[in-house]
């Protein structure tokens, strides 16, 4: 249990440092990408109203002179000190008039880019794969150039920013690993931390089932003398005791039996906390168990006109505890009769059956008591969870059968649950893996 405890601690620590982390991270990386891109992208546009007001003769001269050859002329001098700028100067019908262009690699897939120009955005990013597969990322801008109130051209300028690029996408793949590692330091952190919370729960855990172990332990031996001693005064004084003795003695022997299932209840569970409980692992026969087990609760079955049966339609085999599996069918029957009403049915089933890959002995002991409603189908297998206190009241019983039954079943890696309508009956499904 504390194990899970720790889990969920880890988890939770992780999930809140990693968590907190993360979202710091991605706030410096996003915020620290958006500048650099706001950087770019200003630049750029600086660049074309510059490049638009110095080309501006340039454009009107050959809005005068249609039919003058486009004029190649490289602004390196002029604005682009990196070498990675280029511009395009278009008539109003994509003419070229002048020119400076980039690498030859990117010189098509920049002009099929402009030409096509969609003017709804000024500044765009365009990625071009390149010959040899890898990707170039080019970030363009437009600046139409007007004459006496007529756009009469535009001023294309680009910029080759595939190394950029390349170093944020770096940025955001280191940005990821970081995170990783924080996600990662976070979990253990958070280990260690929960470690330390958990010590001190486990000890008093710890001690605590001791405590009811080695209380259970203690109280079953006086318990067993004092049964025996009211048994032999039963037996030796039998004729001598008034009625009224004899009722108390009954009554005394009963509410003892009551205290020593309890106590038996209550060792089994605190052996099986402290996982001393060791499982036999044998195959056999079911009804080596269903047959001794439906003998001895016959006598109270027939006491309420219950009927109870073994429905085997072949020989079945199961893999586990004997003993354990025994206390697991007398639980189930035991309730069986106990929350049927007179003249009820109660039926046990086994058969073979496969989930998952894997082969089940299926038990199943159905009633056709009150049912269970579905909000408490998962409770009743808690500890001491008794269901319809008004129900239950004048039934023996403790809450601690199917917790037992639970355990049995989770200590074989199996299954356990119940279907049940309301005024109908149950049904309680065990599966037993055949390993
Ligand atoms: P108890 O000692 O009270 O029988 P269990 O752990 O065996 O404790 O069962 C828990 C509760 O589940 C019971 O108190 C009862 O209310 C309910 N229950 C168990 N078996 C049945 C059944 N066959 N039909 C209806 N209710 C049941």
Redesign the pocket.
Known sequence: MTAKLRKNLTTLYATVFGGFLFIFSIIVGAGGLLSIYNERVEEIQLLARQVAREQRGVVIYHYKQPNLPPEERPIQDDYDITGQVFYYILDTNNQLIKVDQPVPVLREAVLAEITNWNPGKITRFTSITLPNGSIATVLLTARPISYEGNVIGAVYVGRDVTAYSRVLVRIVMILILVDLLFILLAALLGHLLAGRVITPIEESIEKQKRFVADASHELRAPLTVLLTSIEAIEMDEENKLSAFSKEVITDVKEEFYRIKRLITQLLALARADADNATLTRESFSFDLIATPVLQVLRTPAEYKKIDISLIMPEPIEITGDMERIHQLLY?LVD??I??TPFGGVVTVKVDKTSAGGVKYARIIVE?N????SPEFQER?FERF????KA??RNID???????IAKWIVDAHRGKIYVKSTLGKG?QFVVLIPDY
Request: avoid cysteine; charged fraction near 20%.
């Open positions: 639980i309730n069986g106990k929350y009633d008591g009150p049912g269970i009743i969870f008794r269901l319809d129900r239950s019983g403790s809450g601690l059968g199917l917790s149950s």
